[in-house]
């Protein structure tokens, strides 16, 4: 028995040293052969990921950009050493799109569009799939027929032409190799002087091409060209062969090191207003009007909406802090962007968070940002936007699997100003003041490689300017990938290949996962590189980058993620924590504390092992699949014997993980699914200290409102706080202080502190949830900053006047229309110039009523590209006092013409003008609706004896459509 078991030990001792066997070396294989008709070629290509975006359709093609092979041809009587009319390049793709290039006089190549009409054949056939980059492929084959015609006619026997094949590797590399290896780069491929030689040969039986030269054997029966080579119509044939290079990345590549995708990224533009239109290539699905504005709340929660769908993890806006900018759309957007994000995650919706596109175009030409005032200016814009976006909607960049304290926030760089000077004095400066204003935490820098300039070293790098494709760069310890979907701007264009350019993109980060994706862009739709949903491409992208994500993650095995976590930042002994966190599950099954799921956690000493204290975190957790997820976690600070932990640095362990039997819990009988660490410290923290977990405080108030706010504060201090001693409140400073740094905090608003007794006892550690009314101060419209802070006694605040850690910004309005429309019952479709009834409900939110008579409901049409149609009113019939409700009785009559328009309504108040000249306070100002309007005066016309053919087809295919009966189409 001890024999045997001795022999299965070895046994498998011997199988797991044994090492995985290499795989066979990839090749191509070319054939070639000729009959009375024409010349023939075949190749089977060796591939293990097959990539290719440009198809047969698609006009000018670059399939080259593709797994591609190229057959080179000189057909002149004497070899040419440059390209000239005699010679000829054929790149055929792997998705099937092809390009003829000719010789010119002047040494270079064009494209000719000669040979399909003529009579060039070929077929394309891809053992394995397209652009998926988690499978394993095993290539891709392809046959081409060249009738003689093409050729100049018949050649005489003996005929010799210049002859070379180049294979284009782009899914598991991206190089070229030819078989007349006299050339190693492209442009010596393209030089017939590398070329060797194909010799027609009558009556030479096929053979294996030998130092440069390939004689070609003649055949009675013409090979069927459909892609699919048959060893009985190439068994005669003449073959040569090219070696490919091992592999870099894909299912044959070495093992490399593993990587693990933290975070999709998306740049956000949100410049849009109707008052300064911006010339767009691609028009959003919805349209074009007064919704599509970047200081709208709808317009945002919308962008969201479609963010959350498509799976992004982070979006970052591009902010712009300069006068101009700040004045009539960056700073006004950016609060309108927090309100939509508040009201989302009010009702459980987590992701998008927020990191800083920095655009840096804001800073002046020839900023010097190694002189103190530049520092100022451009740390001041950095500030200004993290003062807006609340700490818990911010993307933390932390990896939960190091010991790393504080929160760390992400600011992406564009490329330096023209004529600037730095240094790495200027992101020291930003980060050490960045530390002093947002409690401690750190910025990831992500920039343009240009910044690497003058010696400064960022986190990462990564390319805004996606003309050129997918980018990524191996320096900095962050690696990034940026992707495109496609890209238009005078002077430059990248084809989106009907989604075949994205998914290539896409196989390329899959197959070498980089830290964080980056994708140019969500919404920029100027420049035509949008993922959203546009007119022109529909949801298409979304759909295509939420099933990417979802590959990438599975072929990583990732399947949940820690977001953040709001830790204080010195915990207490013997103290209860609730502390909340962000998990993000990236699968799609649920997890369930019903089906033995559980997450636990362990604080242990770094210097002593043996002091700890574990536990459950949660009770009843549930974590959706594929969402993001808010969880208070409790964590107590004291040992086993309930004695509380001493004082020294400990590291925070969660695990979360299975219990493989459901009703008894044993760590001996539990499974880890995947554990996040974080360090924190055990200590003294100031007696006095409160941080504010949510609130719900809206980004607009109107001057001199109450409003009664729901605020979630947390003990962070050494001291309970007793209900009858300490108070909860906030205190009013300007923040119109600008872009300048220099500008310390002024004393607060005189009178304007409002406080709020606690309805119990709250000890270290614990939350309270309380309802406080505050009134806006009747102060001068503009931004402020509203802190929140608790106070002992009479005038005993917390924090330091001024501390940004609990802050929020806010737009303090004059009047707040209070148009809420609640529901507007409006048809899919309506009769041409036809009246219906359509009943609008309104809430009059607002702290005035809405006169009869003098105010109204208005409706507007407008065409699908923004255009009004029509305007009408209906005026109220009776008063509607603050905070009541009416439904409307609006008789809509349809424009005259039939097709797609947009119905928007709106609210006149004869005093302030239309609600939607007046700033977004809750998103529900305006309802816009899609109509389409039917009952055509036009008549269909036959055609039929007007063509000849079923298909109406390009300029460049001329043959394939005789539209007009000349040959064009």
């Not at 196989?507 to 969500?522: D, E, F, G, M, Y």
């Not at 979802?550 to 915990?571: G, S, T």
């Not at 409790?634 to 695990?655: E, F, H, S």
Request: include cysteine; charged fraction near 25%; hydrophobic fraction near 40%.
């Amino acid at each position: 028995m001890k024999s045997l078991i001795a022999a299965l030990i070895l046994l498998v001792f011997c199988a797991a040293a044994q090492a995985a066997p290499k795989a066979d070396p990839l090749e191509v294989r070319v054939y070639t052969q000729w009959d009375a008709q024409g010349l023939y070629f075949a190749a089977r290509v060796d591939d293990p990921m097959v990539t290719g975006v440009h198809p047969t359709e698609q006009e000018h093609a670059e399939p080259w950009q593709d797994d591609a092979l190229e057959f080179c041809l000189d057909l002149g009587d004497e070899p040419s050493a440059h390209p000239s009319l005699d010679t000829w390049r054929l790149t055929i793709g792997a998705a099937g799109g092809f390009s003829v290039r000719r010789g010119s006089h002047a040494g270079g190549w064009n494209e000719d569009l000669s040979w399909a009409p003529l009579g060039l054949r070929f077929d394309v056939n891809v053992r394995g799939t397209l652009n998926r980059a988690g499978d394993r492929d095993e290539g891709f084959d392809v046959e081409v027929a060249l009738p003689w015609r093409l050729l100049g006619g018949k050649p005489a026997p003996g005929r010799t032409y210049g002859f070379d094949v180049v294979s284009y590797i782009r899914g598991e590399n991206h190089t070229a190799v030819d078989w007349a290896g006299k050339a190693d780069t492209a442009e010596g491929f393209a030089l017939p002087a590398n070329w060797g030689q194909l010799v027609i040969d009558p009556r030479h039986a096929g053979s294996t091409a030998k130092e440069g030269v390939v004689t070609c054997p003649r055949i009675n029966i013409a090979p069927a060209i459909d892609g699919r080579l048959d060893a009985r119509e190439w068994l005669l044939a003449s073959t040569l062969k090219l070696d490919k290079p091992e592999p870099a990345v894909g299912p044959h590549a070495p093992a490399p090191v593993p990587r693990i995708t933290d975070l999709v990224m998306a740049t956000y533009r949100y410049d849009y207003r109707p008052e300064a239109p911006i010339a767009l290539i691609d028009h959003p699905l919805n349209g074009i009007g007064p919704w599509f504005d970047g200081r709208r709340i709808a317009w945002h929660r919308e962008q969201l909406v479609g963010l959350e769908r498509a799976g992004i993890d982070v979006i970052l806006p591009a902010y712009r802090g300069d006068l101009v900018s700040r004045a009539t759309w960056s700073r006004e957007g950016l609060a309108c962007l927090v309100q939509a994000l508040k009201d989302l995650t009010g009702v459980g919706h987590m992701r998008p968070q927020v990191g800083m596109m920095f655009d840096t175009a804001a800073l002046p030409e020839g900023i010097d940002l190694t002189a103190q005032a530049g520092q100022r200016l451009a740390y001041g814009m950095i500030r200004e936007f993290f003062q807006h976006i609340p700490a818990y909607l911010r993307a933390d960049l932390r990896s939960y699997d190091e010991t790393r304290a504080a929160a760390t926030y992400l600011v992406v760089l564009g490329r330096p100003p023209a004529q600037a000077a730095w240094d790495a004095t200027w992101v020291k400066y930003c980060a050490d003041e960045f530390a002093r204003d947002f409690a401690g935490a750190s910025l990831t820098w992500i920039g343009d490689p240009a910044w690497r300039d003058y010696g400064l070293e960022l986190d990462g790098y990564c390319w805004l300017d996606v003309g050129e494709g997918p980018t990524s760069f191996d320096f900095g310890g962050t690696h990034v990938t940026t992707l495109s979907p496609g890209y238009a701007d005078p002077g430059a264009e990248r084809m989106r290949g009907s989604g075949g350019t994205y998914r290539l993109d896409w196989a390329r980060a899959i197959a070498n996962p980089p830290h964080q994706v980056l994708v140019v862009s969500w919404n920029d739709f100027g420049r035509a590189d949008e993922i959203a949903p546009s007119r022109q491409h529909g949801a298409l992208y979304v759909i295509q980058t939420r099933s990417h994500i979802a590959e990438l993650h599975h072929r990583q095995r990732a399947n949940l993620a820690l977001r953040a976590i709001w830790l204080p930042e010195v915990l207490l002994g013997g103290a209860s924590y609730e502390i909340p966190c962000l998990i993000a599950n990236l699968g799609s099954d649920p997890l369930l504390s019903r089906d033995g799921i559980e997450l636990q956690y362990r604080l242990q000493n770094l210097k002593d092992s043996k002091l700890k204290a574990e536990g459950d975190a949660v009770e009843g957790l549930a974590l959706a699949g594929d969402f993001t997820s808010y969880l208070p976690l409790r964590i107590a600070t004291v040992d086993a014997a309930g004695k509380p932990l001493p004082r020294g640095d400990y590291r925070l362990t969660l695990d979360l993980g299975r219990r493989k039997v459901p009703l008894f819990s044993s760590r001996w009988l539990r499974e880890t699914l995947v554990t996040f660490q974080v360090s924190v410290k055990i200590g003294s923290p100031g007696p006095y200290r409160l941080t504010l977990l949510r609130s719900a405080l809206p980004t607009h108030l109107e001057a001199g409102r109450t409003y009664t706010i729901p605020v979630t504060v947390r003990n962070d201090g050494a001291k309970t706080w007793r209900r009858r001693e300490v108070r909860v409140g906030c205190r009013w400073y300007p923040a119109d202080a600008g872009a300048d740094a220099a500008a310390e905090w002024r004393e607060p608003l005189a009178g304007a502190d409002q406080l709020r007794h606690l309805p119990r006892d709250v000890g270290p550690g614990q939350s309270v949830r309380l309802d406080l009314r505050i009134q806006v101060p009747e102060a001068q419209p503009g931004f402020y900053r509203l802190v929140w802070d608790g106070v002992r006694g009479n005038d005993q605040w917390f924090a330091r006047m001024g501390d940004t850690a609990n802050g929020e910004t806010v737009h303090v309005i004059a009047h707040d229309p209070g148009l809420t429309i609640v529901d507007a019952r409006v048809p899919a479709e309506m009769t041409a110039g036809k009246e219906a009834e359509i009943r609008v409900a309104v809430r009059n939110s607002g702290s005035t009523t809405w006169p009869a008579e003098a105010a109204a409901l208005v409706g507007r049409w407008f065409y699908p590209d923004g255009v009004p149609a029509s305007t009408f009113e209906v005026p109220f019939s009776a008063p509607i006092a603050a905070d009541q409700s009416a439904e409307l009785r609006a008789p809509v009559t349809a424009p005259a013409r039939p097709g797609a328009y947009r119905l928007m309504f709106d609210l006149r108040d004869p005093d302030h003008g239309y609600a939607s000249a007046a700033p977004s306070v809750r998103g529900d100002e305006l309802q816009v609706a899609t109509v389409q309007v039917t009952g055509s005066a036009f008549q269909a016309v036959a055609l039929d004896e007007f063509r000849n053919v079923i298909a109406i087809t390009s300029q460049s295919r001329r043959d394939r459509g005789q539209f007009d009966r000349r040959g064009a189409s």
